[in-house]
């Protein structure tokens, strides 16, 4: 029965187990890099389609015209966001089920279930507080109320997985509170926050896990 | 040398049983499936593993059944926590010992 390993190994083991077994590790940076670059395509579809000046306070002076809803712009605005939603968990998906098949691990095991239900209830909130946002026409914060949500859901999820989410939740939630004093700035906001940090922070756990 | 050697526990002798302690130091509880995934052994050898751990008193196991399945979960014991981390204390002064 007895296995000959170095004390050492031995320690690298059972650290190997515990990291294992309570965190999900098959998380790619890729996975964070391609959600970056469909928000970045989708803010760009966004500025150009609704000629946006990058300096001019704007986006939710669009949501009303004539001290009505403009209807058509909240249905641009949806479909480019769920388009971004949908490419990005997608892309998610395909990269970090390739890597977890490399690690030989399940995709749906007890620390992605954990990792997944402790994303969900801060999310999920964020959601249905931005819809009242929508409700009661303030459409200024919903830009901030979308990155603080999704970076406290970041946060809370970060305790099952890879270190390196908890900073990018942290920033994701200072980029959300920035933003909402600089109301009208929600689009640029969005760029930076889905956009720009998805690409930095995947790369760089890219390049710290999967070389 | 020989006095270090004394204060690492045979029940963690192997790795299976090694492993399944070092899960059940993060982990309040896991069942035996999860178990099983972590570790890639098979029913019969996890089970004999799981079964030498709670002899000793290191693990308590609860059997419930979810639906109509039945479900053990295993949890490290106080005494179960206690004798790992002597263990990894030993193992550290063994290593810090070589040098």
């Given at each position: 029965?007895?296995?000959?390993?170095?004390?050492?190994?031995?320690?690298?083991?059972?650290?190997?187990?515990?990291?294992?077994?309570?965190?999900?590790?098959?998380?790619?940076?890729?996975?964070?890099?391609?959600?970056?670059?469909?928000?970045?395509?989708?803010?760009?579809?966004?500025?150009?389609?609704?000629?946006?000046?990058?300096?001019?306070?704007?986006?939710?002076?669009?949501?009303?015209?004539?001290?009505?809803?403009?209807?058509?712009?909240?249905?641009?605005?949806?479909?480019?966001?769920?388009?971004?939603?949908?490419?990005?968990?997608?892309?998610?998906?395909?990269?970090?089920?390739?890597?977890?098949?490399?690690?030989?691990?399940?995709?749906?095991?007890?620390?992605?279930?954990?990792?997944?239900?402790?994303?969900?209830?801060?999310?999920?909130?964020?959601?249905?507080?931005?819809?009242?946002?929508?409700?009661?026409?303030?459409?200024?914060?919903?830009?901030?109320?979308?990155?603080?949500?999704?970076?406290?859901?970041?946060?809370?999820?970060?305790?099952?997985?890879?270190?390196?989410?908890?900073?990018?939740?942290?920033?994701?939630?200072?980029?959300?509170?920035?933003?909402?004093?600089?109301?009208?700035?929600?689009?640029?906001?969005?760029?930076?926050?889905?956009?720009?940090?998805?690409?930095?922070?995947?790369?760089?756990?890219?390049?710290?896990?999967?070389? | 040398?020989?006095?270090?050697?004394?204060?690492?526990?045979?029940?963690?002798?192997?790795?299976?049983?090694?492993?399944?302690?070092?899960?059940?130091?993060?982990?309040?509880?896991?069942?035996?499936?999860?178990?099983?995934?972590?570790?890639?052994?098979?029913?019969?050898?996890?089970?004999?593993?799981?079964?030498?751990?709670?002899?000793?008193?290191?693990?308590?196991?609860?059997?419930?059944?979810?639906?109509?399945?039945?479900?053990?979960?295993?949890?490290?014991?106080p005494e179960g926590r206690k004798a790992?981390g002597e263990?990894?204390?030993?193992?550290?002064?063994?290593?810090?010992?070589?040098?």
């Amino acid at each position: 029965m007895k296995e000959t390993s170095t004390p050492l190994e031995t320690l690298h083991e059972i650290r190997n187990m515990m990291e294992k077994s309570s965190r999900f590790l098959s998380l790619s940076g890729l996975s964070g890099v391609f959600a970056g670059i469909f928000a970045l395509i989708g803010a760009v579809v966004a500025f150009v389609r609704l000629n946006f000046s990058l300096w001019e306070p704007s986006y939710y002076s669009y949501a009303y015209s004539n001290g009505r809803l403009n209807r058509e712009f909240i249905q641009f605005i949806l479909t480019d966001a769920l388009l971004v939603l949908a490419g990005a968990l997608a892309a998610g998906y395909f990269f970090t089920a390739r890597k977890a098949k490399k690690q030989g691990q399940s995709m749906w095991g007890l620390t992605a279930r954990r990792l997944l239900m402790s994303m969900l209830v801060p999310l999920v909130a964020g959601g249905l507080f931005c819809l009242a946002l929508i409700y009661h026409g303030s459409f200024g914060f919903v830009a901030p109320a979308t990155l603080i949500f999704y970076g406290l859901a970041l946060l809370n999820g970060s305790k099952y997985t890879l270190h390196d989410v908890r900073y990018l939740g942290i920033t994701e939630i200072g980029l959300g509170v920035l933003s909402s004093f600089f109301i009208g700035y929600g689009l640029l906001f969005w760029a930076l926050g889905f956009g720009i940090m998805h690409i930095l922070y995947g790369t760089l756990m890219y390049y710290k896990y999967e070389r | 040398m020989k006095e270090l050697l004394i204060h690492l526990n045979k029940a963690f002798e192997s790795k299976a049983r090694l492993g399944i302690m070092s899960a059940l130091m993060v982990n309040d509880k896991l069942d035996f499936n999860a178990l099983k995934e972590l570790l890639d052994l098979t029913d019969g050898n996890l089970a004999s593993h799981l079964k030498a751990l709670e002899e000793q008193g290191y693990l308590e196991v609860q059997k419930q059944f979810v639906g109509r399945k039945p479900n053990t979960t295993y949890g490290a014991t106080p005494e179960g926590r206690k004798a790992f981390g002597e263990h990894l204390s030993a193992l550290e002064k063994l290593i810090s010992g070589n040098r």
